[in-house]
T-cell receptor
Framework: EPEVTQTPSHQVTQMGQEVILRCVPI?????FYWYRQILGQKVEFLVS????????KSEIFDDQFSVERPDGSNFTLKIRSTKLEDSAMYFC?????????????FGPGTRLLVL | GNSVTQMEGPVTLSEEAFLTINCTYT??????LFWYVQYPGEGLQLLLK?????DKGSNKGFEATYRKETTSFHLEKGSVQVSDSAVYFC????????????FGAGTQVVVTP
């Protein structure tokens, strides 16, 4: 069964450093998403991406964040200058369509720790 | 605004007990509703969904019915197993939200032998 994969599974970085989180969505999916979950809190939407453009972003997704689909298979989230409060589990997801009933398939997550 | 409220956990049950996890929502439109499950050390997996009022989603013995009149989507299973121990998330998705799934806080379920 096709699945979303994410690398690395864990990342430790120093405050102020740039990190890139990588995702390989399901191959025939066209819509891509990033979410995050700070320990003990809700899963929060960050951004949705379709046709090489951001479709929607949350207030969390400020200028320090960017997303890119550099080739036909990868989807990346970059945090330019990490802060302590960026420590969280980051989930990538993809879906075949963008309608309200579409199922989003999630990857296993990258646990980011900013020191 | 739109939001999802779930019952707080942890919920601790014995094997073969009946499980209910309450979920209610507020939404400006007519959302689709989802239950995702997160097993220890894993990502979120879709458990079931319903896209319109009175739809019932079901999977792996779990069921939930979309109740528009009570704005609820309670998850039930008649006889839980130890392998059902996980965190369960209720979520909603509006058609005009560009895929912005909105999650509840999650309910941890612990099933003991």
């Amino acid at each position: 069964e096709p699945e979303v994969t994410q690398t690395p599974s864990h990342q430790v970085t120093q405050m102020g450093q740039e990190v890139i989180l990588r995702c390989v969505p399901i191959s025939n999916h066209l819509y891509f998403y990033w979410y995050r979950q700070i320990l003990g809190q809700k899963v929060e939407f960050l951004v949705s991406f379709y046709n090489n453009e951001i479709s929607e972003k949350s207030e969390i997704f400020d200028d320090q964040f960017s997303v890119e689909r550099p080739d036909g298979s990868n989807f990346t989230l970059k945090i330019r200058s990490t802060k302590l409060e960026d420590s969280a589990m980051y989930f990538c997801a993809s879906s075949a369509g963008g309608g309200a009933g579409e199922t989003q398939y999630f990857g296993p997550g990258t646990r980011l720790l900013v020191l | 605004g739109n939001s999802v409220t779930q019952m707080e956990g942890p919920v601790t049950l014995s094997e073969e007990a009946f499980l209910t996890i309450n979920c209610t929502y507020t939404a400006t439109g007519y959302p689709s509703l989802f239950w995702y499950v997160q097993y220890p050390g894993e990502g979120l997996q879709l458990l079931l969904k319903a896209t319109k009022a009175d739809d019932k989603g079901s999977n792996k013995g779990f069921e939930a019915t979309y109740r528009k009149e009570t704005t609820s989507f309670h998850l039930e299973k008649g006889s839980v197993q130890v392998s059902d121990s996980a965190v369960y998330f209720c979520a909603l998705l509006l058609g005009d939200s560009w895929g912005k799934l909105q999650f509840g806080a999650g309910t941890q379920v612990v099933v003991t032998p």
